[in-house]
């Protein structure tokens, strides 16, 4: 199928790409979690404090934001990512967020430590070349039309223009189904990990577009070997400027996490949270 660099036969390892001090990848798990958009300074601040305080340290939002239609909220724009980048650093955490066109690449640069591409750019590759001459990691979304071949040359695309550092993102595709916004391709993870060594994550926000079946997917996400979780988090998810119905307020985050604490317990995986132990006495009191 043409994967070189990024395909399991050219290394056998798992990548690990570190985000500053944060691994992604081999034998961890990390939770990626934030508000669809950047709304405001308080937005953002009550959001990175409450994640924070959990010991999450990967902060998604969007501050350029691909909206079907061009009526709905577009984003704070750089005001955006400007809020973003001070909660981030406020809370010691690490800034992921969407890069839309090959023009904004210095700007996103600036203030991401993760550039992500949206489902929409997958098959974008004059933003794939330009993204491989970025010295800083790519989150780079499944295409929602895509198959697993081309999401992985889109990786590919990235790599042989000289960066390396990529997570792929399982996002869902669309079906025919429409109890769900995508369909979760949950066979895509094992796939995709036998068949090249770089991180996965799963964002079951985009992936579903409903809060109420969130919890139990995150389950499946870890059972089938995923190396991450997004998720959008937002304190009033009624009020949200974007995506509220599949964002989770603060009482379900602490639900789902929770969970995968528990389950990373169980099957010895190393959860990246903040560098915290947590007890179970805490667990439970999460879970209160
Ligand atoms: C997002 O993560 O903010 C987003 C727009 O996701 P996707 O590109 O997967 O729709
Ligand atoms: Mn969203």
Redesign the pocket.
């Known amino acids: 199928m043409g994967l070189k660099l990024v395909s399991r036969d050219r290394q056998r390892e798992d990548s690990v790409v570190w985000v500053g001090d944060l691994p992604i990848g081999g034998s961890y798990f990390n939770i990626i979690a934030g508000p669809?958009?950047v709304e405001s300074a308080e937005q953002i601040d009550e959001i990175a404090s409450f994640l924070s305080s959990l010991g999450v340290r990967l902060l998604?939002g969007?501050a350029f934001?691909?909206r079907t239609s061009p009526y709905s909220f577009q984003g704070l724009e750089e005001r955006g990512l400007k809020l973003l980048r001070e909660a981030a650093d406020r809370y010691g955490m690490k800034v992921v967020t969407?890069v839309m066109d090959t023009t904004m690449v210095d700007l996103i640069y600036e203030y991401a430590d993760v550039l992500?591409?949206?489902?929409?750019?997958m098959y974008n590759y004059t933003l794939l070349k330009a993204l491989g001459k970025v010295d800083k990691p790519v989150l780079l979304?499944?295409g929602?039309m895509a198959t697993i071949e081309e999401w992985l040359l889109a990786a590919e695309y990235i790599a042989c223009h000289g960066n390396e550092r990529i997570i792929l993102?399982e996002?869902?595709i669309r079906t025919f189904e429409r109890y769900t916004r995508n369909t979760l391709d949950i066979s895509a993870v094992p796939i995709v990990r036998s068949i090249s060594h770089l991180p996965i994550c799963v964002?079951l926000?985009?992936a579903t577009g409903r809060r109420d079946i969130i919890a139990p997917l995150s389950k499946a996400v870890l059972a089938a070997g995923a190396h991450a979780l997004?998720v959008?988090v937002h304190p009033r998810p009624e009020d949200a400027l974007s995506?509220g119905y599949q964002s989770l307020n603060f009482e379900e985050f602490k639900e789902v996490l929770s969970s995968i604490v528990r389950l990373c317990e169980m099957e010895g995986i190393n959860l990246v949270l903040g560098g915290r132990r947590w007890s179970f006495e805490e667990l439970k009191e999460l879970r209160a």
């Open positions: 669809c958009s998604r969007g934001k691909p969407e992500q591409v949206g489902t929409r750019n979304k499944r929602f993102c996002r869902g964002d926000s985009h997004m959008e995506d």
